[in-house]
């Protein structure tokens, strides 16, 4: 059953009544002039300040519009990329063109440090309310979880920054903060999540932090710590045996389970995609969703679509409206699918809608995401009510896999509690694809060629073959190396287009090897029969034709891109940074 989404209604009628903030855009106090009115006195003060933080997470200028739509984090990998005719700013990120003084980096650093700062005044003023000490660190957590969580989107996108932990105090008595290392800001999320995960609630309204959301993140931002991009570089297992035994917390004591797909059902993947319609939000399976509400408080969730759109897509699974988001996916993603897995069926839309709504063939250079699909036709091209998936019960299974190997180097251990085989397949077998072993991950392919990344041959479709059995991507190396190579792979086919895909790869290295190899190969299609419902993989046709070139926009990456540059108006207006504080490159 959908959960309501209560705390959408919270925040319209305190929006309405003037509850949180004198003006639309919660605009902070500063703390400079801090007085007995506006101190916080109750519970209620505090509650509508934390509202706040949340609402702050709906700008346009991250989670609304500049992920879903101009592509910051979910687009320039091989999964998708804006096409090559774009040319205007929501391809910026694509490309990799951004510079210090686009207006897409000022508006998303300034949105974060907002919620940043709202986060400050709550851990700053709760201490003061009439209330128990149990109240108060309650909220508390709920402002560090915050604090981090923006942190963490600050250290993904720039590495470094300055990590202002109390209240802004005004221009006129603001002194400027010195940017932070990338291990130091790192280690303050750490921090933050460490103090939220002790002190939050198991179970919320839809929306708010929980306990588990944030020791699902505190996994994650240990990977991160232990990862490519900070001194540790994979050095150090102590951030991996950290990750492994929070994420087996949140697998075995929070009761939140995968949700479930019947084998062999025709409609089963049509039970995988639920959880990504308005009408399956806040699943089982959610560990913490950024809830949006159609109109103005609407998302891009979605927006980008089927070719062809604009119309609505009618298939075994209902009806769906499509909006053309300009958009396509890379040949090595789309083809890498086994072609049994469910996700393919779900995510990937390789065909397009004709004037009569019909599904028309694509090749394969034009399949497009088809995985956050609308129920109906919002009111503006932004404005669904579809939410953004933060992190679900699959991704922690996947850390918990990767984690696990790392630090033992063999999948098939138990160390940490289960097996990373066995929590790799808990999240394949949902998907109805082949269980993971040594003798799966150890097979080399047994194809003449390797045309694409990750071993793809073009042989594999071939279902005259006499290995063809619905596998494309093999791996290579020492057992370990493998299955870090296939969770990686993993992740991308259970978490595509939920802005995963570019730090999965920043952080373990490999951002700007597969960006720069991906390609759109100028062959192949799947058949007419093939197009209904579920989607059938198998019938893909490697049909040869005339040889054009097609840019893959990411192809444009260099070695500096693995960060955004910092915005020139913080570097002018900080008096504690200069030239010298910017990312390389820029």
């Known amino acids: 059953m959908k959960k309501m989404k209560i705390?959408?209604?919270?925040?319209?009628?305190?929006?309405?009544?003037?509850?949180?903030?004198?003006?639309?855009?919660?605009?902070?106090v500063p703390f400079s002039t801090l007085t007995p009115e506006n101190v916080f006195n109750t519970v209620e003060d505090v509650e509508s300040a934390t509202v706040g933080m949340y609402i702050g997470l709906l700008d346009p200028n991250t989670w609304r519009i500049l992920y879903p739509v101009h592509g910051f984090g979910t687009m320039g990998t091989d999964e998708w990329s804006?096409?090559?005719?774009?040319?205007?700013?929501?391809?910026?990120?694509?490309?990799?063109t951004l510079t210090s003084a686009s207006s897409l980096v000022k508006g998303h650093w300034t949105a974060i440090y907002k919620v940043i700062n709202r986060a400050n005044i709550v851990i700053a003023l709760t201490p003061n309310i009439d209330?128990?000490?149990?109240?108060?660190?309650r909220y508390l957590a709920e402002a560090h979880f915050m604090r981090a969580f923006n942190y963490m989107e600050l250290a993904t996108f720039y590495g470094g920054v300055p990590l202002n932990l109390e209240p802004t105090t005004g221009i006129s008595s603001d002194l400027g903060i010195a940017r932070s290392t990338e291990d130091e800001t790192w280690d303050q999320i750490i921090s933050d999540f460490e103090f939220a995960e002790?002190?939050?609630?198991?179970?919320?309204?839809?929306?708010?932090?929980t306990k588990w959301a944030a020791k699902g993140l505190l996994a994650k931002a240990y990977m991160a710590r232990g990862g490519a991009t900070t001194t540790a570089n994979y050095t150090d297992p102590i951030w991996f045996e950290k990750a492994a035994n929070k994420a087996y917390e949140v697998i075995s004591k929070s009761g939140i389970v995968l949700n479930p797909t019947t084998p062999g059902d025709p409609m089963a993947f049509a039970q995988y995609g639920k959880q990504f319609?308005?009408?399956?939000?806040?699943?089982?399976?959610?560990?913490?969703?950024?809830?949006f509400t159609e109109g103005p408080n609407g998302s891009g969730w979605g927006y980008r679509g089927l070719q062809g759109g604009r119309r609505f897509d009618t298939g075994l699974a209902g009806s769906f409206y499509s909006l053309w988001g300009g958009t396509s996916l890379s040949s090595d993603f789309a083809l890498s699918f086994d072609d049994s897995d469910i996700r393919f069926k779900w995510s990937i839309g390789?065909?397009?809608?004709n004037g009569a709504s019909a599904r028309t063939k694509k090749w394969v250079r034009q399949w497009t995401p088809n995985k956050q699909r609308w129920e109906n036709i919002p009111g503006t091209s932004w404005g669904s009510e579809n939410n953004a998936i933060v992190l679900r019960m699959a991704d922690i299974y996947l850390l918990y896999a990767e984690a696990s190997n790392e630090v033992s180097?063999?999948?098939?251990?138990?160390?940490?509690?289960?097996?990373?085989y066995d929590a790799i397949n808990t999240v394949r077998n949902r998907a109805q694809v082949t269980q993971l072993d040594d003798t799966y991950i150890m097979t080399d392919s047994p194809y003449t060629t390797v045309d694409l990344l990750d071993g793809i041959s073009m042989e594999s479709f071939d279902k005259t073959n006499a290995n063809y059995n619905g596998r494309h991507v093999y791996y290579t190396g020492s057992l370990k190396d493998r299955f870090r190579a296939a969770v990686l792979k993993e992740r991308s086919w259970e978490l595509c287009f939920e802005k995963q895909r570019w730090f999965d790869l920043k952080r373990t290295g490999n951002l700007v090897r597969v960006a720069s190899n991906a390609s759109q190969i100028d062959r192949g299609r799947l058949t007419d029969a093939a197009l209904a419902d579920p989607v059938d993989k198998s019938?893909?046709?490697?049909?040869?034709?005339?040889?054009?070139?097609?840019?893959?926009?990411?192809?444009?990456?260099?070695?500096?891109n693995i960060y955004l540059p910092i915005p020139n108006v913080e570097i002018q207006l900080n008096p504690k940074l200069n030239t010298a504080d910017q990312n390389t490159g820029y």
């Open 198 to 209: 002790q002190y939050l609630p198991e179970i919320q309204i839809s929306g708010r932090a």
């Open 539 to 560: 019938d893909f046709l490697d049909l040869p034709v005339a040889t054009r070139t097609h840019q893959w926009l990411p192809n444009g990456i260099q070695s500096h």
């Open 350 to 353: 390789p065909y397009g809608l």
């Open 277 to 291: 319609l308005v009408s399956g939000s806040n699943s089982q399976e959610s560990i913490f969703e950024i809830q």
């Open 409 to 420: 180097g063999n999948p098939n251990s138990s160390t940490f509690g289960m097996s990373a």
């Open 82 to 96: 804006c096409n090559a005719n774009n040319s205007g700013e929501q391809s910026l990120f694509s490309r990799y």
């Open 131 to 137: 209330a128990s000490q149990e109240v108060i660190n």
């Open 7 to 28: 705390l959408n209604k919270i925040v319209s009628v305190l929006a309405l009544i003037g509850m949180v903030s004198c003006n639309s855009e919660l605009d902070e």
